[in-house]
């Protein structure tokens, strides 16, 4: 088997294909990508293979066994659709890297699986953010939360999350095309050499706009949660910790954990990636770079595997229930049972914590707050 090289110029990135080699006038970097038609095709393949039936099944579970929705199950929703959608354009790139760079299924195909990816990526990050808030405002403002945050006020910020996403990903649809290398069609991920530039920009304002912005209000919401839940253990002990605290806790692993696998670590190497691109960097630190970036790719799409960890592994009701498979008939579940919707700010009635809270040191949170 051919050893497969990418070459870049580092004085100049305006590349001229020459058979499977890019010549280039000045210096040449050549980058050995043979090690991405292994590891991208099989990460691809395992995420389609698992994320598939996790996110349909979820999203069976939401449409047939939970309704009525309340907010935090309307944001699962859409994070599961958003899942659901790209997961089922992976068999594509799986094909693309495992025939070497060749992608026969046209420019527009390309586009929208690129896009797709995107999409994801920060649809999923928004909605993880809408969870974190939506959490955080029950837990340290239980009784305002009540008039605050409604079933209807969150299908309208899912409605606004997806047009933010959809907007500032438009100039992606642009930018993403194919070109011809020899007798192969390249699907680029980012945009032709000599548009690189100005996609960098573009980049860097999307990722700092939907990525750096909700990062650190998880962060700061996480924060005022764990502050709060340590003030009410230490003024109230007891031996058991109640469920609403071991859901909270449970809640805020989980989402910091699916950003410290999937996006922190994407994020940060494709942002390295990019600059050293910009400022043409050596042809060393292109080549560790590159590396770096092409192994956190697939941790991306991994949170659609990560992601039903939030709806199944929390709540102990909607875990029995699915343990015991789809083909025995389910009991109607309401939606103050599944994993994080039994908050303050979802169902008064039928809520233990909520009760507690009002009867003993819910009148000083909601005053004090966080």
Known sequence: MATSVRTFPVALWTPTPRGNITVVPEANCVFNEEFKYILLPVSYGIVFVVGLPLNSWALWMFI?????????????????????????????????????????????????????????LYSSILFLTCISIHRYVGICHPIRSLKWVKTKHARIICVGAWLVVTICLIPNLIFVTTSSKGNSTLCHDTTKPEEFDHYVHYSSSVMALLFG????????????????????????????????????????II?????????????????????????????????????????????????????????????????????????QRLQHVPAYNLALVSSSTDNVVGDSHVASDTRGTGTARSRDGC
Request: one cysteine or more; a positive charge; hydrophobic letters at 40%.
């Open 255 to 327: 989402v910091l954990t699916v950003f410290a696998i999937c996006f922190v670590p994407f994020h940060i190497t494709r942002t390295m990636y990019y600059t050293s691109r910009y400022f043409q960097a050596n042809c060393q630190t292109l080549n560790i770079i590159n590396f770096t970036y092409k192994i956190t790719r697939p941790l991306a799409s991994i949170n659609s595997c990560l992601d039903p960890i939030l709806y199944f592994m929390v709540g102990d009701k909607y875990r029995g229930r699915l343990r015991r498979g789809p083909a």
């Open 213 to 252: 912005v909700p990062f650190l209000v998880i962060v700061l919401c996480y924060c005022l949660m764990a502050k709060r839940l340590g003030k009410s253990s230490f003024s109230t002990p007891s031996p058991r910790m109640p469920s609403y605290k071991k859901r909270s806790i449970k809640m805020i």
């Open 64 to 120: 047939s066994r939970m309704r009525p929705w309340n907010a935090t199950t309307t944001y699962m929703f859409n994070l599961a659709v958003s899942d659901t959608l790209y997961v089922l354009s992976l068999p594509t790139l799986v094909y693309y890297y495992a025939d070497r760079n060749n992608w026969p299924f046209g420019k527009w195909l390309c586009k929208i699986v690129r896009f797709l990816f995107y999409a994801n």
